[in-house]
């Protein structure tokens, strides 16, 4: 079974400060991830892809993957009140299936 | 990126009876997909759409409850066939795109409830 693991939440942080969002995975396979943002009552929004090992910015927004660890996490710098969602982290699998977790929810306090 | 619609966005049916809900992207894609979200839940994929052929049905969804057609490559409909209250859920279609089409960009969704 291949599994995506997320801590639910709620990530409460102040505005203005970093949002840390962590992702691990099963399937050693894997190449592509994915960071979604869901507002409440809304459809998945795409805000990061990645595909290796390291940083990528985009933005307020920094990916960072570590295929040797099967970890990747989504930092989110100057958070705002707007940042407030749910964030999912997606796995392509090596059947190139997107494989979700659970979803962080994250609150930013004004 | 790719705009996608669906219709309809909502809707209220009586178990027993089926909806089929439409998907339309902007352009020409070779993958679509079909998930479900069911209420506090994750996305779960229900199967793939494909062009010209039978869509591929992941474990636990079966062709006969989940109907699906994609008769182009900018559009495709999922049936959900004699709803029980436990089909309340949003139903999302989503597109691949990319040189893997292996980016997936989300339509707006479908809200249903049986009642």
């Known amino acids: 079974q291949k599994e995506v693991e997320q801590n639910s939440g709620p990530l409460s942080v102040p505005e203005g400060a970093i949002a840390s969002l962590n992702c691990t995975y099963s399937?050693?396979?894997?190449?592509?991830f994915f960071w979604y943002r869901q507002y409440s009552g809304k459809s998945p929004e795409l805000i990061m892809s990645i595909y290796s090992n390291g940083d990528k910015e985009d933005g307020r927004f920094t990916a960072q993957l570590n295929k040797a660890s099967q970890y990747v996490s989504l930092l989110i710098r100057d958070s705002q009140p707007s940042d407030s969602a749910t964030y999912l982290c997606?796995?392509?699998?090596?059947?190139?299936?997107?494989?979700f977790g659970s979803g962080t929810r994250l609150l930013v306090r004004p | 990126s790719a705009v996608i619609s669906q219709k309809p966005s909502r809707d209220i049916c009586q178990r027993g009876t089926s909806l089929t809900i439409q998907c339309q992207v902007d352009s020409q894609v070779t993958m679509m997909f079909w998930y479900r979200q069911q209420p506090g839940q994750s996305l779960t994929l229900i199967a793939t759409?494909?062009?010209?052929?039978?869509?591929?049905?992941e474990s636990g969804f079966v062709i006969d409850k989940f109907p699906i057609s994609r008769p182009n490559l900018t559009f495709s409909t999922l049936t959900v066939s004699n709803m029980s209250p436990e089909d309340s859920s949003i139903y999302l279609c989503?597109?691949?795109?990319?040189?893997?089409?292996?980016?997936?960009?989300f339509g707006p969704g479908t809200r249903l409830t049986v009642l």
């Open positions: 989503s597109v691949g795109v990319g040189g893997n089409a292996d980016t997936q960009y």
């Open positions: 759409a494909n062009q010209g052929s039978e869509a591929t049905y």
């Open positions: 399937d050693r396979g894997s190449q592509s």
């Open positions: 997606a796995v392509m699998d090596s059947s190139y299936k997107l494989i």
